[in-house]
Nanobody, 125 residues
Framework: VQLQASGGGLVQTGGSLRLSCALS????????MGWFRQAPGKEREYVAAIVWNSSAKYYADAVKGRFRIFRDNTQNSLFLQMDNLQPEDTATYFCAARFRGSNSGYNTENEYPHWGQGTQVTVSS
């Protein structure tokens, strides 16, 4: 499985960005997907997750109401729409994949065996 994240950039406080993640090498619908982020000097943290058929979506408290995770299974792609961005959202964002079927652990980094390379998001104050 190969994951390619893109869409990061520099944005002002209150601005928006949409991240994308393309999966190749396997059937996209076999996987639940997640977004994680890592700020400088901090551990990687969970952001959001979505199950294979979009029937359930989960968010970290820090991004609820501002970020939206969605996927397009016809394009083998995962997205993260980020609105009202704040300086504390500055981080490298990673997409991750795990086989579907588990009903727990969506926010657990170790549950995802496949990772993309990350895309940088910088929010200026």
């Amino acid at each position: 499985v190969q994951l390619q994240a893109s869409g990061g950039g520099l944005v002002q406080t209150g601005g928006s960005l949409r991240l994308s993640c393309a999966l190749s090498g396997r059937t996209f619908t076999r996987y639940d997907m997640g977004w994680f982020r890592q700020a400088p000097g901090k551990e990687r943290e969970y952001v959001a997750a979505i199950v294979w058929n979009s029937s359930a979506k989960y968010y970290a408290d820090a991004v609820k109401g501002r970020f939206r995770i969605f996927r397009d299974n016809t394009q083998n792609s995962l997205f993260l729409q980020m609105d009202n961005l704040q300086p504390e959202d500055t981080a490298t964002y990673f997409c991750a994949a795990r086989f579907r079927g588990s009903n727990s652990g969506y926010n657990t980094e170790n549950e995802y065996p496949h990772w993309g390379q990350g895309t940088q998001v910088t929010v200026s104050s």
